[in-house]
């Protein structure tokens, strides 16, 4: 049973879509109820007869610490336990430092970073009832590639990674594998607002969601806990 968060667009959603085809559990997580409820329908619409009873999800603010371990609690009550977080939701803000509010670096910290502790301390002990598990966040190569505009973003997913790390060997010997993806420039909503992805030279958000369940697919033996994706042939 998986977890989103950020599930009902892009590549939260593009996740949730590949682990219902691999015939996972899967509850995703969003802001809103009406995006929520629109992901559901969306998601069991590709197979009505064979995702029926396994999609489900809820509407938090995962920047919230008691909506974030509600969220979790939810979604292993729903399914009967938790065996994957992946932990997507995230925003951006793109301004200089001097234009940038104290809400708007609030607003990128507290849902890309500290949402990303909540939900994770949530999970942790669902994890461990299991008797291990994965933990997969979607950072960014915004985490190691610092750009002008990007103080905000740049600073949560580099503290992604350094979070991710330290997890990872925290929790290795649980059974609990940590796992982190960076994608580069992805086509979707969260990159260019106001329209729909088009299928350019960048990224799709199912590139993303690939990396993802072909981390699942690894052998207990095997950890890769970093992937770095980028487009192949960028925009010269």
Not at 42 to 52: K, T, V
Not at 95 to 124: K, Q
Not at 183 to 189: A, Q, R, W
Request: charged letters at 20%.
């Amino acid at each position: 049973m998986a977890l989103v968060t950020g599930g009902t667009r892009g590549i939260g959603r593009a996740i949730a879509e590949a682990m219902l085809d691999r015939g996972a559990f899967v509850f995703v997580g969003g802001q809103g109820q009406a995006g929520v409820q629109a992901a559901h329908e969306a998601l069991l619409s590709g197979d009505p007869d064979g995702r029926d009873g396994r999609i489900a999800g809820a509407a938090a603010d995962v920047g919230d610490p008691d909506q974030a371990a509600g969220l979790v609690e939810s979604a292993a009550s729903r399914f009967g336990g938790l065996d994957i977080l992946i932990n997507n939701a995230g925003v951006g803000v793109f301004r200089e430092v001097a234009d940038l509010t104290v809400e708007d670096w609030r607003r990128v910290i507290d849902t890309n970073l500290s949402g990303l502790f909540y939900c994770t301390r949530a999970a942790l002990p669902h994890l461990r009832r299991r008797g291990g598990g994965w933990i997969i966040s979607i950072g960014s190569l915004a985490g190691k590639n610092y750009f002008t505009g990007g103080a905000a973003y740049c600073a949560s997913k580099a503290g992604l990674i350094a979070f991710s790390e330290a997890l990872m060997q925290e929790v290795r010997y649980d059974d609990i594998r940590v796992s982190y993806v960076m994608p580069g420039s992805v086509d979707t909503e969260f990159s260019h607002p106001g329209r729909s992805s088009g299928g350019d030279w960048r990224l799709t958000a199912a590139d993303v969601a690939q990396v993802v369940t072909d981390l699942l697919a690894h052998p207990g033996r095997s950890l890769p806990s970093r992937v770095e994706i980028r487009p192949s042939k960028p925009r010269k």
